[in-house]
């Protein structure tokens, strides 16, 4: 591997989390040589009994490794699959164990390949004790950042549960993660995974657009990295900032939200050259990061050459496939790399 290419986007599934999961009652594994695991919906947000697809990749590194040398990429940031954040969850202490059990199982799996792969710790949203979670994945377990959804335990990202979690993140810079893990519109949904295909990023938007106009930005200004391209945000930032200048009860920040939205990062996986021409476009290749989603079926296979599609120049491209990780990571947690 001759170029420096970090996924910050990427999921693992290890077997020491699922096997805890089982042992709860929330996980049916009795499919796992399929590649199949049943997770309790209450835990993972999808219908009870749905099968969950689960590649060979999600608990072995050796296979991870490969995969990633097929694909160019050098190193990955991992985190903890959507399916297993209890977006809205009403059993908060087992949020918190799964939580727990899955970040100490991330990091033993990272420990196999310390020198390509490095984990983003999972931290539950909606419970005052994510910020207890978040010391011991920075402090104890350490990760090289926290991931977190869309919303936990039922509770939005501008809740004030949050307010000690996201002090915690902003006064230490700690590169974080947003992955949406619910979706919006309920029963509309339901049909042609549209969940994922189009709930997740509507519910990236939602999440995101809570944070800028409930002022937590302005408070406490963080290091997050968005997937899927940000989802539905880029599309919104104009339409954020007309409410913001029209609508009084949307004008909560003393910037327009286009401020604070060119301030996060944004992965790649936007799967379309024209959306990651017009996303660096509009907030630079220094906030645009390589991400996958790998190893699902929606995984971006080749996202060298997808940023190379997108026709942005040699600089911008350098910038996008290795330079931007750099500053978003920023120098708090070193990495074996």
């Not at 594994?29 to 099968?51: F, K, N, T, Y």
């Not at 997050?224 to 920040?253: E, F, M, N, Y």
């Not at 379309?272 to 990061?289: C, K, M, N, Q």
Request: charged share 20%; glycine share 10%.
């Amino acid at each position: 591997m001759n170029q420096r290419v970090v996924d910050v986007h990427a999921h693992a599934l290890p077997l020491g989390l699922l096997d805890f999961l089982a042992d709860e009652g929330v996980a049916d594994l009795s499919a796992l040589d399929d590649g199949i695991v049943r997770i309790a919906s209450s835990v993972s947000g999808v219908a009870d009994g749905a099968p969950i697809p689960l590649p060979r990749a999600q608990f072995d590194v050796i296979q991870r490794l490969t995969d990633m040398d097929a694909m160019g990429v050098s190193h990955q940031l991992v985190s903890l699959p959507p399916f297993v954040t209890s977006a809205d969850a009403d059993d908060e202490d087992l949020a918190l164990r799964i939580a727990d059990h899955g970040n100490h199982a991330l990091a033993e799996l990272i420990a196999h390949a310390p020198t390509r792969l490095a984990a983003l710790g999972l931290v539950p949203l909606g419970t005052a004790r994510a910020v207890d979670v978040a010391r011991r994945c920075l402090d104890e377990l350490g990760c090289a950042g926290v991931a977190i959804g869309s919303r936990g335990l039922g509770r939005e990202t501008d809740d004030t549960v949050h307010e000690d979690l996201w002090a915690l993140l902003s006064e230490r810079q700690v590169p974080v993660f947003l992955h949406p893990n619910s979706v919006p519109g309920g029963a509309r949904l339901h049909d042609y995974w549209l969940p994922q295909l189009a709930g997740f990023p509507m519910d990236t938007a939602v999440a995101v657009s809570r944070l800028v106009l409930g002022g937590v930005l302005e408070r406490h200004p963080m290091r997050i990295a968005l997937a899927h391209g940000g989802g539905c945000v880029p599309s919104l930032t104009g339409r954020l900032d007309l409410g913001w200048t029209r609508k009084a009860v949307a004008r909560t920040t003393p910037h327009p939200p286009s401020t604070y939205l060119r301030r996060l990062y944004y992965d790649s996986a936007t799967f379309s050259p024209a959306l990651l021409r017009a996303l660096v476009a509009d907030v630079g290749a220094d906030h645009v990061v390589v991400g996958t989603d790998y190893p699902f079926d929606l995984a971006d296979l080749d996202p060298v050459a997808g940023v190379l599609a997108a026709g942005l120049g040699p600089q911008a491209t350098a910038t996008v496939l290795a330079g931007t990780v750099t500053d978003w990571l920023g120098t708090a947690y070193p990495l074996a790399w």
